[in-house]
């Protein structure tokens, strides 16, 4: 099944610098690739994702790449507010042969500390 | 548009007792999914469901048990409660009416905790 690694598992930043998170993949199939942020106790919130047929997506401060050949995407935030602090997951899904199914894949989560 | 809402938030429970958690997807959703989340394993993926039929079913074993109403609200059993079963238990709702991956959208999660 597909395998989803996640770097670094903890990230303390400077307000206003940038913050980047690296994933890499098994499943050469997969084809989505979204990724959460999760404050405490609460469920994780979708903030941006990007399918296989686009090599980079952005939505205002954050951006995210797929490199499909080497297996690896990245999240990237710039200009980092305290608001930004959060665990951070990676994820992979695919499209499915079956009957439509399809499941998320996580990596172990990025804990992300802006320092003010 | 209402976010997908979870029931209860918090329970406690004994080992060798079951418990059933509810899951109310976003309006015009029709297929739900569960995941646990622990500190060790991280979020793993229970079942999905879509249109009252599990269409995918993870690596658990089958004391874990879910099922979709006709509204799509879904509910997960775990039956004979063991000490590792303590997490945090997250439903998430998708259109997900093809074959394509889907957004899927999380609620707050039921902190289950077995004792």
């Known amino acids: 099944g597909e395998n989803v690694e996640q770097h670094p598992s903890t990230l303390s930043v400077q307000e206003g610098d940038s913050a980047v998170i690296k994933c890499t993949y098994s499943d050469s199939a997969s084809n989505y690739f979204p990724w959460y942020k999760q404050e405490l106790g609460k469920g994780p919130q979708l903030i941006i994702d990007?399918?296989?047929?686009?090599g980079e997506k952005k939505d205002q401060r954050i951006a995210v790449t797929l490199n499909k050949t080497a297996k690896h995407f990245s999240l990237h935030i710039t200009e980092t507010q305290p608001e930004d602090s959060a665990v951070y997951f990676c994820?992979?899904?695919?499209?499915?042969?079956?009957?439509?199914?399809?499941?998320?894949?996580f990596g172990k989560g990025t804990k992300l500390s802006v320092i003010p | 548009k209402a976010g997908v809402t979870q029931t209860p938030r918090y329970l406690i429970k004994t080992r060798g007792q079951q418990v059933t958690l509810s899951c109310s997807p976003i309006?015009?959703?029709?297929?739900v999914s569960w995941y646990q989340q622990t500190p060790g394993q991280g979020l793993q993926f229970l079942f999905e469901y879509f249109s009252e039929t599990q269409r995918n079913k993870g690596n658990f074993p089958g004391r874990f048990s879910g099922r979709q109403f006709s509204n799509s609200r879904s509910e997960m059993n775990v039956s004979t409660l063991e000490l590792g079963d303590s997490a945090l238990y997250l439903c998430?709702?998708?259109?997900?009416?093809?074959?394509?991956?889907?957004?899927?959208?999380f609620g707050p999660g039921t902190r289950l905790t077995v004792t």
């Open positions: 309006s015009g959703h029709r297929s």
């Open positions: 998430a709702s998708s259109l997900a009416y093809d074959r394509e991956p889907y957004e899927q959208y």
């Open positions: 994820a992979a899904s695919k499209t499915t042969s079956g009957a439509g199914s399809y499941q998320l894949t």
């Open positions: 990007i399918r296989s047929n686009v």
